[in-house]
């Protein structure tokens, strides 16, 4: 069964920094593109960064450009999401995802697979 696992959420106050990873289990995903997505209370799911197989491509939401970053080891793995200068409306469950392509997407219908999500929470 694959499975993707989310780490490095928590409780951060504002400004701060988190480093999110997502590592799957069962399978290797180095030539899966692969995202990031949230969902705060209330809210719908949402689009936060994407990266291609090899990296060499990302794309974020205009919310989150310019203060956080998606990158992956692929001898490692790992995707990564590193937060910096949160805001208390970055506070939401993250979730990773892989998609069965190369190329990166913005839309959570084109992932194939989902990890169970990691709980971020910026305090004002």
């Known amino acids: 069964q694959v499975l993707l696992v989310e780490s490095g959420g928590g409780l951060v106050q504002a400004r701060g920094s988190l480093r999110l990873s997502c590592a799957p289990s069962?399978?290797?995903?180095?030539?899966?593109?692969m995202g990031w997505f949230r969902q705060a209370p209330g809210k719908e799911r949402e689009f936060v960064a994407t990266i291609s197989w090899s990296g060499g491509a990302t794309d974020y939401a205009d919310s989150v450009k310019g203060r956080f970053t998606i990158s992956r080891d692929n001898a490692k793995n790992t995707m990564y999401l590193q937060m910096n200068s949160l805001k208390p409306e970055d506070t939401a469950v993250y979730y990773c995802a892989a998609r069965g392509t190369y190329f990166t997407s913005r839309s959570s219908n084109e992932y194939d697979y989902w990890g169970q999500g990691t709980q971020v929470t910026v305090s004002s």
């Open positions: 069962g399978r290797t995903f180095t030539t899966y593109a």
